[in-house]
């Protein structure tokens, strides 16, 4: 009886090749943890060196959400909305090669052994108000009509993400 129970749980799971049946190791680390040289992590190259070291590690998984703005207290488990990002964890380093900034690592120094979200907030967001400024005066080039067409056709709108972002 046991073995033919143990034989149908089998043959539902799949023929072994289905993600249930496979063993992996997983890190919990919000990305404002990683080291940054703006104070804070980002999903720059902060992300793509600690992905590297996760997979040299032989680590399957990384789960980095929620990933939106934090509300009171800085928690990314407490947020305004569950439509917008977190703008703290934009690449300053990105957008600078893209040339809307002339230097992003000028943004301050801080503490190496925590996040000192006051400073990190008001340099960055600074910073990114400078970027879209450039952006824009530069006629916003860089973004196809085509490509921001199908975001926009969206019903609502942006998917609720633009009047959030807008505001």
């Not at 998984?61 to 439509?83: D, E, I, K, M, R």
């Not at 907030?121 to 860089?142: C, H, I, N, V």
Request: with cysteine.
């Amino acid at each position: 009886m046991r073995n033919e129970k143990r034989k149908r749980m089998a043959h539902k799971r799949g023929n072994g090749n289905s993600i249930l049946n496979k063993r992996g190791c997983g890190i919990l680390l919000h990305p404002t943890s990683l080291p940054g040289p703006g104070g804070i992590g980002t999903l720059g190259e902060d992300a793509r060196r600690y992905i590297d070291l996760l997979q040299n590690m032989g680590i399957s998984y990384w789960q980095v959400l929620p990933l939106t703005p934090p509300a009171c207290g800085n928690s990314p488990y407490s947020a305004f909305t569950a439509f917008g990002g977190n703008p703290l964890l934009i690449d300053l380093e990105r957008i600078v090669g893209e040339g809307d900034l002339p230097d992003a690592l000028s943004v301050g120094r801080y503490p190496a052994d925590r996040v000192d979200f006051a400073a990190v907030t008001a340099a960055k967001m600074e910073r990114l108000y400078q970027a879209g400024s450039a952006f824009l005066a530069r006629g916003g080039k860089k973004i196809s009509r085509a490509g921001i067409r199908p975001f926009l056709q969206l019903d609502p709108p942006g998917c609720m993400t633009l009047p959030f972002s807008c505001c």
